[in-house]
């Protein structure tokens, strides 16, 4: 794909990103679809896992907000930078790290990198956010090594 294709991809992406069309994300990824949140080392393999853990963040905090930063492809990657925001009004679980439903805001830049397989679908991400920042704003341990359930 060109650069200009991904791009429009990841646009999409990121306008269905929190929305009620969780379906229509979801069709933008490869069934094996591997993400790696790099902060809680956890590994999603799946659109299922993908799934499941989006609904659970979502619901988490409803009221989430985001403003798009900065957003460049090659032929094969994309990388989109984002801030994201609101109110932790339930629990969010990052499979080797939890949060609890604190009530509090937050806010924290994110910033993805995406590969595209041959057929156009998202194959691969990478998932980078400063951990420390989120724990700064919620409260309560964060730390991966602290929580893990053994699940990657």
């Known amino acids: 794909m ?5 791009c429009a991809v990841l646009l999409r992406y990121f306008d269905l990103l929190y929305s009620e069309q969780l379906d229509s994300l979801l069709d933008l990824f490869a069934n094996d679809v591997h993400w790696l949140i790099v902060p809680t080392a956890t590994e ?6 993908l799934q499941e853990l989006a609904a659970n963040h ?3 905090s409803p009221d989430r907000v985001k403003k798009l930063v900065n957003l460049f492809a090659g032929e094969e990657f994309g990388c989109l930078e984002y801030t ?3 109110t932790v009004t339930g629990d969010a679980d990052f499979v080797t790290t939890k949060i609890e439903a604190t009530g509090r805001r937050y806010e924290v830049s994110c910033c993805f990198v995406f590969h595209f397989g041959t ?3 998202i194959d691969r991400v990478r998932e980078y956010f400063d ?5 700064r704003q919620l409260g ?3 730390d991966p090594a602290d929580q893990s359930d053994g699940r990657r």
Not at 2 to 6: I, K, Q
């Open 84 to 86: 994201s925001g609101g």
């Open 58 to 60: 979502w619901h988490a």
């Open 119 to 121: 057929d156009g679908k």
């Open 44 to 49: 999603l393999v799946g659109k299922e896992q």
């Open 140 to 142: 309560g341990n964060l």
């Open 2 to 6: 060109v650069p200009n294709e991904l």
């Open 131 to 135: 951990l420390q920042t989120v724990q």
